[in-house]
């Protein structure tokens, strides 16, 4: 009886920690990060091949939730071989200096039953504050996310000079992610 | 200056038709010739698409001309020898033909690109094929040759006109330009055809 109670004190203290953080998820293949532009009238997709995210959520601990995610820029892909050999140009993404884009929460919130992801994006060596729409629906051990905002693309400097014409090439840019996670 | 074609000379619609897609085609050809050395800039982008905007204006041009033809008919043929008369009638339905070819030839080529088609930046119009890079070189080349090939029948064209002008000194030029008056007694007055 003696032994009990100690043991049962050890057991809380090493519960603590996991019942006030969000849990952390690997994220696995099948996943993908996507935009939508416009250019002309006519809107055209694109994906990053290749980025990076560390997630921490829980949906009843959105304190502790966060996301932190890295792009790497010049694999932007969008089908047509002009616009994919202009984006990591200069006048666009600048591969050159600023090879990546990294956005990391700073705050969650509910807005009716929609959570919302504050956070910061830094792009093309700026970083402004963005939102990202979050939908989490937990699947066995692991989860789906998905998320999606919008970037304006000349608060960053993407087609910031003589592309800045939103007329031809338009301002928003949709982001959209789908992440497939399992537990850690 | 009537409004339609009589027995004398085109009316004023066919005129404006006749001369408007006459200086779009060329004015968008060379235009078209001049722009593809360009590096990619945004000028070339609004280039490009005034380039599109056009052609496709000519298009609607050539419709609304070819049904005021159908409805408004032609003066009769100055008179000639048969065989230019032939030979005239056979130009004017190939240069329509190629009238047509050129504004369609583009779009294909531009839908093969992948490209969108917007007019004027006012709305955009469907793409005649899917995309596919292969085919997209070949109808490039095509839009160009057509172009190349309708110059040559337009030197015959203007060429013949100006022959009838200078050296038969009838009316088959001045009865098409937009202010001249026709030379009086040359013309076979008659019924419309």
């Keep these: 009886m003696n032994i009990r109670i100690p043991s049962l004190a050890l057991?809380?203290?090493?519960?603590?920690?996991?019942?006030?953080?969000?849990?952390?998820?690997?994220?696995?293949?099948?996943?993908?990060?996507?935009?939508?532009?416009?250019?002309?009238?006519?809107?055209?997709?694109?994906?990053?091949?290749?980025?990076t995210a560390a997630i921490s959520y829980d949906a009843a601990k959105l304190a502790s939730s966060k996301f932190d995610v890295t792009v790497d820029l010049a694999t932007a892909k969008t089908g047509d071989n002009d616009r994919d050999s202009a984006l990591p140009g200069a006048d666009f993404f600048n591969v050159a200096k600023y090879p990546q884009a990294h956005f990391v929460t700073t705050a969650f919130h509910q807005q009716g039953s929609q959570v919302i992801a504050d956070g910061m994006l830094t792009l093309r060596g700026v970083t402004k504050p963005v939102s990202l729409n979050v939908t989490f629906k937990p699947q066995g051990s692991g989860a789906t996310l998905d998320v999606t905002g919008t970037v304006k693309r000349l608060d960053f400097g993407v087609g910031g000079g003589q592309y800045a014409d939103t007329s031809v090439i338009g301002p928003d840019v949709k982001v959209k992610a789908h992440l497939v996670l399992s537990a850690k | 200056m009537s409004l339609r074609s009589n027995g004398h000379q085109w009316g004023s619609v066919a005129k404006f038709f006749h001369w408007i897609v006459a200086l779009g085609i060329l004015g968008n050809g060379v235009w078209g010739l001049l722009m593809t050395g360009m590096?990619?800039?945004?000028?070339?982008?609004?280039?490009?698409?005034?380039?599109?905007?056009?052609?496709?204006?000519?298009?609607?041009?050539?419709?609304?001309?070819?049904?005021?033809?159908?409805?408004?008919?032609?003066?009769?043929?100055?008179?000639?020898?048969?065989w230019q008369r032939v030979i005239a009638h056979a130009t004017h339905v190939l240069l329509y033909g190629f009238i047509l070819a050129m504004p369609l030839s583009g779009w294909l080529f531009n839908s093969l690109h992948g490209y969108p088609l917007q007019w004027f930046k006012l709305f955009n119009l469907p793409a005649l094929a899917a995309k596919n890079d292969d085919l997209s070189h070949l109808a490039g080349d095509v839009?160009?040759?057509?172009?190349?090939?309708?110059?040559?029948?337009?030197?015959?064209?203007a060429g013949a006109a100006l022959k009838h002008h200078f050296f038969d000194r009838d009316n088959v030029l001045r009865r098409m330009l937009p202010f001249a008056r026709t030379r009086h007694g040359k013309t076979t007055s008659g019924e419309l055809t």
């Design chain 1, 11 to 51: 057991m809380l203290a090493v519960a603590t920690p996991c019942l006030a953080n969000a849990a952390d998820y690997n994220v696995q293949p099948g996943s993908t990060l996507g935009f939508t532009s416009n250019f002309q009238g006519s809107s055209f997709d694109g994906q990053f091949n290749k980025w």
């Design chain 2, 39 to 82: 590096a990619p800039s945004i000028n070339k982008i609004n280039i490009y698409a005034l380039h599109k905007s056009i052609g496709l204006t000519i298009l609607a041009l050539f419709a609304l001309r070819l049904a005021w033809r159908l409805y408004d008919g032609a003066p009769p043929d100055e008179p000639m020898p048969r």
């Design chain 2, 143 to 157: 839009h160009e040759w057509l172009f190349y090939l309708l110059l040559i029948v337009l030197v015959g064209h």
